[in-house]
């Protein structure tokens, strides 16, 4: 029940806004529908005119039949079907119109959402799935509500409309009629159950298979260099099986409705015979009246039960509809960015950072970091280093606020950096990742990225301290050429190289930087480690280093194991103990 209330909430929250078009979607519909009840009298009507001036026509010729009886009731019916066309085309319009706005007012706060979330859950999700939400979601929102909506309002109040008429005419046969309507709602109910179970399934394995297509076309390469195409396509195979079975299961229940309420409908008319037969041989009733009235009601019976069966027939659409909002729902019930209560704005760091007695796990009762104590002083730069799971990212990952720490704190300047607004903080923190990422457009606003007003001199300054001026420069297009999928001209290096431009142009206080380690041929490796002296020079920055010319330069070296930190100090003073580290250098390693 609290599902449904928060797909109604959801529903109602986007529509709102539209209640006078709502209003006169549902007027329209009233008007319509009464139309089309009114619509047989007058064709029964014009055909008994008809036969009146045919008969006249006979007797007195045609010249002195009197027509004007007849044109009359050919004029109303005229009125009538234009009245309907008109109600129905105001129908569509406006739905059309409340279906645009609305979706792209759902769409729309998706991305904002999706723009506020935590790193922790795009950490836990996969793009593919988030990705669906935005596609067929929205689309099946979208579909249902241009397609079905007025088709389910009309036959609501088709069904209302009978409802009146039947009851005015004989309440004794329109009990009958209703017999088996609440078993009929009952199975409806039964059957509706099942379906929406499957649609859910159905739904969410979709995300699943777009997930899955999504990762398999990035890491394309990874698969054909170990010839792991069979093996991909037996993956996809099998979850699209899975989607298979659960629309399968979803079609069947949804289309199980229709024939069920269609019969269910012809056994209540067969109901109504007998009960008016019953009335008339009883005696309660003339002859002639309760033949008329059985009639009548049969007609009735199938009137009232058409609509049912339709909006049967439609529910499929409308349980892909539910499902699409109880998916965007999950996303919106997502945690946003937690801020706490009077957070303050820095001006810059003054004196330093530190990390105080810092516990934190992903998971809980699986810490990935033990009492971290880490210093660094304004302009330092600190190194971290350790094998590979040691805990260096999630360190990066908690001075950057991506996530916050279990235990301990983390401060700036004294000050707990969860005091600090979030922008505040960002905004002077520089981050260069392992893995640059790199947006479509020029090479120019990938650069400007985070300084969007920057001049064309600060560009140029930011790209030539990271050492990549020249190579843009021999490009033919220079600044202006386009990055992206299709246009994919950089090597990693260079990517890294842009990427550090793109940190350099913000002058960040504090700096986070994740060397590159793999795919570097020698030259772009020493232009990287120039780039990076660069970016360092003057700022407080922690390093991940993975070669040794970086450590060398570092002001202190933390050594990282399991989530602690066994070894601390200087190269110098680190090769003195001949522990952990000295052995790694001796060993000359990469640390990864
Ligand atoms: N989002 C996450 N959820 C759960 N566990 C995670 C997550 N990210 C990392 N971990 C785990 O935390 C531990 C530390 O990972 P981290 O990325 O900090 O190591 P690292 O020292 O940077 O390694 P590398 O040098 O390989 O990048 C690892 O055991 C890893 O499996």
């Known amino acids: 029940m609290k599902k449904q209330t928060s797909i109604a909430r959801f529903f109602w ?8 078009q709502l209003i006169i979607i549902i007027v329209a519909i009233i008007a319509s529908t009464y139309l089309q009840v009114k619509t047989p009298q007058y064709i029964g009507k014009s055909m008994e005119e008809l036969a009146t001036f045919a008969g006249t026509s006979l007797m007195l010729g045609a010249d002195k039949a009197d027509k004007a009886p007849l044109i009359e009731v050919v004029k109303l019916l005229l009125m009538l079907y234009s009245m309907n066309w008109i109600a129905m085309f105001i129908q569509n319009i406006l ?20 723009e506020r979330m935590t790193i922790k859950f795009f950490d836990s999700h996969q793009d593919g799935e988030i990705l669906s939400r935005f596609t067929s979601d929205l689309d099946n929102i979208s579909n249902t509500m241009n397609q ?28 009958a009629t209703l017999a088996l309507s609440p078993f009929a709602i009952l199975v409806a109910i039964l059957i509706i159950r099942q379906a929406r179970k499957h649609v859910n399934v ?47 299961k979803g079609q069947v229940y949804s289309g199980l409705l229709f024939p069920t309420m269609q019969g269910l409908a012809l056994f209540n008319t067969a109901i109504v015979i007998f009960f008016g037969s019953w009335l008339v041989l009883d005696g309660s009733m003339d002859r002639a009246a309760g033949l008329g009235l059985i009639v009548m009601f049969v007609q009735y019976s199938q009137q009232f039960y058409m609509p049912l069966t339709q909006i049967s027939s439609q529910f499929s659409m409308l349980q892909l509809a539910f499902t699409g909002a109880r998916r965007l729902n999950e996303i919106f019930a997502e945690e946003d960015e937690v801020e706490r209560d009077n957070v303050v704005e820095i001006e810059g760091l003054k ?25 660094a002083e304004k302009g330092q730069m600190v190194a971290l280093v350790g094998p590979t799971g040691s805990g260096k990212t999630t360190i990066m990952n908690l001075l950057n606020r991506f996530y916050n720490v279990d235990g301990g704190m983390i401060k700036i300047d004294g000050t707990d950096i969860r005091d600090i607004s979030l922008p505040s903080l960002r905004s002077h923190i520089g981050i260069v990742l392992q893995e640059s990422v790199l947006f479509g457009g020029t090479i ?8 969007r007003d920057a001049s064309e001199e600060e560009m140029i300054s930011a790209a030539k301290q990271a050492n990549i001026h020249d190579f843009i420069m021999s490009l033919e297009d220079g600044y202006e050429t386009i990055v992206s999928d299709e246009n994919n001209i950089f090597s990693v290096g260079q990517k890294q190289l842009i990427s550090i431009a793109r940190t350099i142009i913000t002058n960040p206080d504090l700096l986070i930087l994740d060397e590159a380690t793999s795919n570097v041929d020698t030259v772009t490796e020493s232009r990287i480690q120039k780039a990076m002296e660069n970016i360092i020079a003057g700022r407080t920055s922690f390093v991940i280093a993975h070669r040794l010319k970086t450590i060398l330069n570092a002001d202190y070296i933390v050594v990282l194991h399991q989530g602690e930190v066994i070894e601390e100090g200087t190269h110098e003073e680190l090769l003195e103990r001949e522990g952990f580290y000295a052995e790694l250098y001796h060993n000359q390693f990469v640390f990864e």
């Open 13 to 20: 929250t986007y529509l709102k806004a539209y209640k006078t």
């Open 95 to 114: 739905m059309a119109g409340v279906t645009g706005k609305s979706t792209n007012k759902m769409r729309i706060s998706l991305f904002k959402k999706i």
């Open 148 to 175: 079905a909506l007025i088709q389910v309002l009309t036959n609501i109040s088709m069904m209302i409309g009978v409802l009146i008429m039947m009851f005015r005419e004989n309440a004794q046969m329109s009990w």
């Open 202 to 248: 159905q739904q969410d394995s979709i995300g699943e298979l777009n997930a899955y297509v999504d990762e398999r076309i990035s890491g394309q390469k990874v698969i054909i260099t170990n010839g792991l195409e069979e093996e991909t396509i037996a993956g996809f195979d099998s979850l699209n099986q899975q989607v298979k079975k659960a629309t399968f």
């Open 351 to 375: 004196e330093g950072i530190e990390l105080a007695d810092v516990d934190f796990s992903y998971v809980a009762g699986k810490p990935i970091l033990k009492n971290i104590n880490i210093k």
């Open 444 to 451: 120019a606003e990938n650069i400007t990225f985070g300084k």
